[in-house]
């Protein structure tokens, strides 16, 4: 196996050694369009590509590496690693005239030839059932690293209260919740289940309900996939707030933070995320601990 490992400083897959590499060189023309030129190799091989996809260039550059891949006569099978799917919250049509941005991204992906997607912590289970060879790994190991890297499984057992932000969280926050118990039968974990009330037409959120009863003594981590502006943990945070919430942590998958994260550190203590996800590039804050995807996928 090889690999094509397309954005710069990205190594999912945690590969060291220079020889399993694919060396290429890519290149923007002035017309705005990727290019790219792959060096090629001895030996028929398979190739497994990765890429962190931030832009639509970034789609482009993952198009044009395929083809040139394809009629390289050194070249196996195709596999492929996109941990942050995009348009994945996109996954049905809100309003009328808009895309179902998930189709036309799966669209896009089931047009190249891989013999294996693999993806991190999808938002739902629709863009999984749009792309035709999906491999989707779940969170579950990266939060468990996360509550690793706190130390919480050093300190003596007590109640960890995990928040479920919305019904759409419910069912992955119990799958993790039983993984979590498996591994550490002696903490007590309980789930916080919330709901959030959103304009379908602007999408903003004007509202948060919260169904479970707060331990005002145990920490509580709300636990989710992708973290954009980071209204909705703010407000969310604000309301266990108001109902005598103890030390608030965030832990999401993908951690966009567009509009930086200092507001969302005024509410949680801690923030912990991966490298699935870097916004232009921004320095992230020592406050910010950020969990290489190669431990956990």
Not at 47 to 65: N, S
Not at 80 to 109: C, H, W
Not at 208 to 230: N, Q, R, T, V, W
Not at 234 to 255: D, M, N, P, R, T
Request: hydrophobic content about 40%; aromatic content about 10%; overall charge negative.
């Amino acid at each position: 196996m090889r690999y094509l490992n397309l954005t710069k400083d990205f190594n999912p897959c945690d590969i060291h050694h220079p020889e399993e590499l694919v060396s290429f060189k890519a290149f923007q023309f002035p017309g705005g369009e990727p290019h790219i030129v792959i060096e090629p190799f001895h030996g028929e091989e398979d190739v497994h590509i990765t890429i962190r996809v931030q832009t639509f260039y970034d789609i482009g550059l993952l198009i044009m590496a395929e083809e040139a891949l394809q009629f390289m006569g050194c070249v196996g099978n195709l596999h492929l690693t996109i941990p942050y799917f995009p348009g994945a919250r996109q996954d049905r049509r809100m309003v009328e005239g808009e895309p179902l941005s998930a189709k036309v991204y799966a669209k896009l992906i089931n047009d190249m030839d891989f013999s294996s997607v693999t993806m991190f912590d999808v938002h739902s289970d629709v863009t999984p059932a749009l792309v035709e060879v999906s491999d989707s790994i779940n969170n579950h190991a990266f939060v468990y690293h996360a509550l690793l890297e706190q130390g919480v499984w050093e300190e003596d057992p007590c109640e960890i209260q995990i928040v479920s932000p919305d019904a759409g969280a419910n069912k992955k926050i119990k799958d993790l919740v039983k993984y979590l118990y498996h591994l550490q039968p002696e903490f007590d974990f309980k789930v916080i289940k919330c709901d959030k009330t959103r304009d379908v037409a602007t999408g903003k959120i004007s509202g948060f309900e919260i169904h479970s009863e707060i331990d005002s003594k145990a920490p509580l981590y709300i636990i989710d996939d992708i973290c954009d502006g980071g209204g909705t943990f703010i407000g969310l945070g604000k309301e266990l707030i108001k109902k005598s919430a103890g030390h608030l942590h965030l832990i999401v998958s993908h951690g966009i933070f567009s509009r930086g994260t200092a507001d969302l550190f005024s509410i949680f203590k801690t923030i912990t995320t991966t490298d699935s996800f870097i916004y232009h590039n921004v320095p992230d804050p020592q406050s910010l601990t950020r969990i290489p995807l190669s431990k956990v996928l």
